[in-house]
């Protein structure tokens, strides 16, 4: 069995998910060792299916008991491992919340990317490595015009967490992994 990372899009504001229903539902579809984390659709199951499988179960399943009909990003918890360790801004680790991390649909074109980069300030930076996305703000991402930008500008679908939601997340995993080891 492997863990997987199950990150909701799109949640917030209008869109609220009740932590309680999203553990139950994918409970119920038969995920192991299903954790959630806050009410912004952040969970970590465990499957022995491959990552197409688990999306479309978590898709479905969140849209039939939910009304939930928004993307499903699915990481294995091996590459969320990876995320944290390759963080190119160890600096930020001391104040998360000038830190997120976007997990990216597709690879984004790399003219974008530098195109993104080129609206910074000279203190706020964005670093793409793989489908993964490093976004540094360090005066706040409200202030950061790669920030407020990023979404529409990396021309792929994404979702965001903040450094605190990838660290919390990286334990829920990591407790997953040493119980199937156990």
Known sequence: MGSW???????????????????????????GRVAVFGQSGNAVVTSPL???????????SCAREMGFRKDI?????????????????????????TLHAAF????????????????GDGSDALVVLGRMAYLHAPKGFARSRIATRFDRGIGVPTT????????????????ADLAEAA
Do not use: K, Y
């Open 5 to 31: 990372v199950l990150l909701l899009r799109g949640v917030g504001g209008r869109t609220q998910i009740n932590p309680r229903l999203l553990r139950a539902v994918l409970g119920a579809e038969g995920f």
């Open 50 to 60: 491959p990552r197409e499988e688990v999306a479309w179960l978590a898709i479905e």
């Open 104 to 119: 990216l649909g597709a690879d984004p074109d790399p003219a974008r990317v530098a195109a993104l980069n080129r609206l």
């Open 73 to 97: 990003h699915v990481i294995p918890g091996a590459d969320w491992a990876e995320l944290v360790t390759r963080n190119p801004f160890p600096e930020a680790v001391e104040n998360p919340t």
């Open 160 to 175: 965001a967490r903040s450094w605190t939601a990838v660290q919390r997340l990286h334990s829920l995993v990591e407790v």
